[in-house]
T-cell receptor, first 111, second 113 residues
Framework: SQQGEEDPQALSIQEGENATMNCSYKTSINNLQWYRQNSGRGLVHLIL?????REKHSGRLRVTLDTSKKSSSLLITASRAADTASYFCATVGDSSYKLIFGSGTRLLVRP | DVKVTQSSRYLVKRTGEKVFLECVQD?????MFWYRQDPGLGLRLIYFSYDVKMKEKGDIPEGYSVSREKKERFSLILESASTNQTSMYLC????????????FGPGTRLTVL
């Protein structure tokens, strides 16, 4: 069963704009991870935020986590055409080996 | 850098054929995973392995089996391929200590005719 649900399903922005994607999940987690997938390729890990963290930065990426609302957001600042990809959130439970993925957000950055 | 490789990028098979998908990782990771990815359904876990010769079922194991004879290699087997197994198959690995990121291979797009 899917744990994370991303919103929106698709997003189209102009190069240089910021892109925000949201993820909601259902059960308690140990951490939440964001991955990127270029068309027809494997997933690449972007960032991990633990349940006791509220915000994390990595380069142009900013992730927030609100465990009371069971939600997370991924912000990509100053987007580039190369950021065009699908973005997935995935959660890890407290005692689980499993990553549970959402269905993803397709981001298109127009040059 | 961790490298996870999969034996084929694209594969076309006929219904009823036995299909082997191979995955190799070079980082001495204990844990390896097989997922399938379908539009609108995200990634779903088929099987995973936490050690050589050890395996556990994921969310959708029906119609699949796996083999892990060596630490670096994890094989997914479709005993008798069916058209509903047409999908993108992704292999991943993760080191011990369990709750960190997974490293993915490039995927195999399997079409069953």
């Amino acid at each position: 069963s899917q744990q994370g649900e991303e919103d929106p399903q698709a997003l189209s922005i102009q190069e240089g704009e910021n892109a925000t994607m949201n993820c909601s999940y259902k059960t308690s987690i140990n951490n939440l991870q964001w991955y990127r997938q270029n068309s027809g390729r494997g997933l690449v890990h972007l960032i991990l935020i633990r349940s006791n963290e509220r915000e994390k930065h990595s380069g142009r990426l900013r992730v927030t986590l609100d465990t009371s609302k069971k939600s997370s957001s991924l912000l990509i600042t100053a987007s580039r055409a190369a950021d065009t990809a699908s973005y997935f959130c995935a959660t890890v439970g407290d005692s689980s080996y499993k990553l549970i993925f959402g269905s993803g957000t397709r981001l298109l950055v127009r040059p | 850098d961790v490298k996870v490789t999969q034996s084929s990028r694209y594969l076309v098979k006929r219904t009823g054929e036995k299909v082997f998908l191979e995955c190799v990782q070079d980082m001495d990771h204990e844990n390896m995973f097989w997922y399938r990815q379908d539009p609108g359904l995200g990634l779903r876990l088929i099987y995973f392995s936490y050690d050589v010769k050890m395996k556990e079922k994921g969310d959708i194991p029906e119609g699949y089996s796996v083999s892990r004879e060596k630490k670096e290699r994890f094989s997914l087997i479709l005993e008798s391929a069916s058209t509903n197994q047409t999908s993108m198959y992704l292999c991943a690995s993760r080191g011990a200590g369990g709750l960190n990121e997974q490293f993915f291979g490039p995927g195999t797009r399997l079409t069953v005719l």
